[in-house]
């Protein structure tokens, strides 16, 4: 009489094992990557629209907007904003149509010091969003962590819009997005590391990246405080710092990372665990408008980095609206 052998269980691999304890987010504005790797969640920005509208497979996005658009009765530059606004909510539309969870969509970087201005262009995106049957609570919509950008946040929370603070860089900022009740947060792992790779001339790896560390220092004071807010490490170098902050809250993941976690089957331990935290010792940070700009501008890390995205980011805004301009 023969015996049944039992099947061996198949080993989950690391992004498998990682979508246990983290809500995995695709970086990317690539919907075949998404249909691949099945992230819950994905965020989007200029940059990332403006390099997919150069793959074929996605120009007809850009052309269904401009003859949509057309005819709208703007003109100049309103024209071309009102294009690039549509672009990248339709892009955000068609991602959740393959995603289960949200999508963050970006303002506009050169609103990143102006309150107004931010509120305007969040309350827009999410109009538009709603024309096209989109719930609020399926759009998060990012903003820059400065002061002016987190004043913003605070008020559209107030008024059910989701905020995701991007360009974080440090405790100080995620402190201030806790006090705002912003529906989440983005701190820059990887732009952390750049910044002391090239300040300390040495290379980091494991629990002593500084882009990590940042993370965890996060991570920590939120779930020792209890604050709802969640945590999502964002820009990664590689692989090993994924796996660092395996347990975060959320991580947004690029497709080349993805499909590296993908190709290996090793164990994938949790690092960060609320229990951990609640023990953990925490000292309280108390805020007013001036010892958030004093502690800001003291992190010389944090402030140039802040700077910087800002820059890149609205020069991506800018090479989006050169190439609405040349198809008009």
Excluded at 98 to 118: K, M, Q, W
Excluded at 157 to 180: D, H, P
Excluded at 282 to 311: H, P, Q, S
């Amino acid at each position: 009489m023969s015996t049944a052998v039992a099947e061996p269980k198949t080993k989950l691999n690391q992004l498998e094992q990682l979508k246990k304890f983290t809500k995995v987010v695709a970086d990317t504005a690539d919907f075949d990557t998404m249909k691949e790797f099945k992230p819950e969640d994905a965020t989007t920005n200029p940059s990332l629209v403006y390099a997919a509208t150069q793959k074929q497979q996605y120009g007809r996005l850009l052309e269904e907007v401009l003859k949509d658009r057309k005819n709208s009765g703007l003109s100049g530059h309103a024209q071309i904003e009102d294009i690039c606004d549509h672009l990248l909510v339709q892009f955000g539309t068609d991602i959740l149509q393959i995603v289960p969870g949200r999508v963050s969509t970006e303002t506009d970087a050169r609103l990143s010091y102006d309150v107004e201005g931010s509120i305007k262009k969040a309350r827009h995106l999410v109009d538009l969003y709603a024309k096209k049957k989109i719930p609020r609570e399926r759009v998060l919509i990012k903003i820059a962590s400065t002061w002016e950008g987190l004043q913003a946040a605070e008020q559209l929370q107030k008024e059910g819009i989701f905020c995701n603070l991007t360009l974080m860089f440090s405790l100080v900022q995620a402190v201030r997005a806790a006090e705002a009740k912003v529906q989440l947060i983005s701190p820059f792992v990887g732009r952390i590391y750049d910044w002391y790779k090239a300040h300390e001339k040495r290379d980091y790896t494991g629990p002593e990246d500084p882009g990590v560390q940042s993370v965890t220092e996060i991570y920590t004071y939120y779930k020792h405080f209890g604050i709802k807010t969640e945590v999502m490490g964002a820009s990664f170098r590689n692989t090993g710092q994924i796996r660092e902050l395996a347990g975060c809250d959320c991580l947004t993941i690029s497709p080349e990372l993805m499909e590296e976690l993908s190709k290996s089957n090793d164990p994938l331990e949790r690092k960060l665990d609320p229990k951990n935290a609640k023990s953990a010792k925490v000292e309280k940070l108390e805020l007013d408008e001036k010892k958030f700009k004093y502690l800001l501008n003291d992190n010389a890390m944090a402030y140039e980095k802040t700077g910087e995205g800002i820059r890149k980011f609205a020069a991506d805004v800018l090479k989006l609206e050169k190439l609405v301009a040349s198809k008009l």
